[in-house]
């Protein structure tokens, strides 16, 4: 089996105020459905030391560092410069860099010169350290292509992950060489945008994720999401593309663990 979940944040505080056992429980509960790769995505420095704690008493959590936007609006250019120092150094011990990208939605616009540069330095880091790079884009489709076709992607690639556009712009993203990677929102009713362009991309270029605890689908709304939630995405898949849930989840998994060498 060995079923991937390619981006979650099981380190956040969130998962804290659960009772104790709760992170046991989702990384068992994932574990008995087959998933044995819980892959993080990374916030800033913090949050990367949470991940490697974390790490240490559950195996199947796989830490990942980067800087991400909501962490660059939150730090000085100077605190952005030693966290990029920093990465370079760890990034040794993780097999890909992110998350990284860019989001301009209103509440993080006033810092797009600031995300840019992260987000461009980072590219650049994970090139020179060949590693492939985990996405976050939000409203800047755009500015996001014209800054990857110019630094150009590490020959390693990489994923857009929480992906929740249209055909066409998820193709922009495949042809530079990047995967797309789907979660809960895939499932619920109004996301017909996103089922359509699921229907259409293929199999060899889809991952599955839950992003936990965000990104709850239906069933498990007003709670925090949990990785299993990845079989309900693989179901989903497997209808719009009238496949078996059980190929979606062996062919993503067989994507996600070739893309990070796991
Ligand atoms: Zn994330």
Redesign the pocket.
Known sequence: MNFVDI???LADPRFDSEQDSCRSELVQEALQAGITFLVQ?G?GPEDWLRQEALAKKFPTIIPVFGL?PYWVKEHSDDECEQALNQLAKAQLRIPAVG?MGLDLRKEYKDCESRQIEVFERQLELASFANKPV?L?IVRAHEESLRILQFWGLPKAGGFV??FNGSIKKANDFILLGLKISVGGSLCHEHSKVLQEAVAHISLENLLL?S?SP?QAPASLTGRLNRPICILEVAAKIAELKGLKPREVLDRTSQNARKLLAL
């Open positions: 981006h979650s944040h995505g916030l991400h998350e985990v976050h992950h929480s994720e992003d965000d």
